[in-house]
T-cell receptor, first 114, second 111 residues
Framework: ETGVTQSPTHLIKTRGQQVTLRCSSQ?????VSWYQQALGQGPQFIFQ???????GRGNFPPRFSGLQFPNYSSELNVNALELDDSALYLC?????????????FGPGTRLLVL | GENVEQHPSTLSVQEGDSAVIKCTYS??????FPWYKQELGKGPQLIID?????GEKKDQRIAVTLNKTAKHFSLHITETQPEDSAVYFC??????????FGKGTMLLVSP
């Protein structure tokens, strides 16, 4: 176990709705990254938070947004849900934001959009 | 941006055989290359990683090699066991700690 937890484990929403996913990072880690994993694909980077500030963003539209709190836990918010948003959403925490830092993944939240 | 290609997409071996998975990357600035194992319904679990100042790293039955000139790295699993069956992902990272993943290799080890 990595010590990274995510909630909820599963979620079903309908098109147009909004969703909030939560992540608690491993103790002592100040950096959280979010990834989207479609079925049969590798995880794709959404964005990263470092000490409560967005530190980088992948090729995702602005309706994907996030927050990091003073205790370094994090939220991923998705507005105006589309069918293609159905995926496993993973968060990963690392000790620092540098490229050679190991990222530890949580179990993920599986989102189904109908 | 970085692009990571992974081969093969599926790999079937007999228990006790070796398995090799290969990845290539495009960004010469990439300096960290982790390998993750993902079992059904779970998040990716780090199994081994290598940094750009090292050419090879071994941990028991698992080894990773890195060729920075050719921009490719490989995962080697020896004496495979049924519990090694899973999807394996390679990834590359440069700059800040964001990972670009390959598409994964489904490894099936038959008893």
């Amino acid at each position: 176990e990595t010590g990274v937890t995510q909630s909820p484990t599963h979620l079903i929403k309908t098109r147009g709705q909004q969703v909030t996913l939560r992540c608690s990072s491993q103790s002592g880690h100040n950096t959280v990254s979010w990834y989207q994993q479609a079925l049969g694909q590798g995880p794709q980077f959404i964005f990263q938070y470092y000490r409560e500030e967005e530190n980088g963003r992948g090729n995702f539209p602005p309706r994907f947004s996030g927050l990091q709190f003073p205790n370094y836990s994090s939220e991923l918010n998705v507005n105006a849900l589309e069918l293609d948003d159905s995926a496993l959403y993973l968060c990963a925490s690392s000790l620092e934001r540098y490229s050679q830092e190991t990222q530890y993944f949580g179990p993920g939240t599986r989102l189904l959009v109908l | 941006g970085e692009n990571v290609e992974q081969h093969p997409s599926t790999l079937s071996v007999q228990e006790g055989d070796s398995a090799v998975i290969k990845c290539t990357y495009s960004d010469s600035a990439s300096n960290y290359f982790p390998w993750y194992k993902q079992e059904l319904g779970k998040g990716p679990q780090l199994i081994i990683d290598i940094r750009s100042n090292v050419g090879e790293k071994k941990d028991q039955r698992i080894a990773v090699t890195l060729n920075k000139t050719a921009k490719h790295f490989s995962l080697h699993i020896t004496e495979t066991q049924p519990e090694d069956s899973a999807v394996y992902f390679c990834a590359a990272s440069s700059g800040y700690s964001t990972l670009t993943f390959g598409k994964g290799t489904m490894l099936l080890v038959s008893p």
